[in-house]
């Protein structure tokens, strides 16, 4: 994970509409995949390795947990209190 403070050479927004959903899915004999669908473009995560969970997909798991928690509250609060599109708010 020591990745994470490099500067990315690309982005890709995958912006939400009404179609885009999050699922996780569990099986039995592998580790699990989070599918993230935007209509005609997926992405899974999955773990570094099909049949084992390391330290590290631990610790990424849990940090996509608390900023997906983060970004789920800060989505809220924008929609409950009705600001309007394009108006950036940011919160730390």
């Known amino acids: 994970m ?11 927004n995958l912006n939400t509409s009404a179609g885009a959903r999050a699922e996780n899915r569990p099986y039995r004999l592998r580790t ?12 899974l995560v999955t773990t570094s390795a099909p049949t084992r969970v390391t330290a590290d997909d631990v610790e990424f798991a849990r940090q996509l947990a608390e900023q997906a928690a983060r970004f789920a509250t800060s989505v809220e609060r924008m929609f409950y209190r009705g600001i309007p599109s394009g108006t950036a708010v940011t919160e730390q």
């Open 32 to 43: 699990p995949v989070l599918l993230l669908d935007f209509g005609t473009t997926s992405v």
């Open 2 to 12: 020591s990745n994470r403070n490099k500067r990315p050479t690309s982005v890709i």
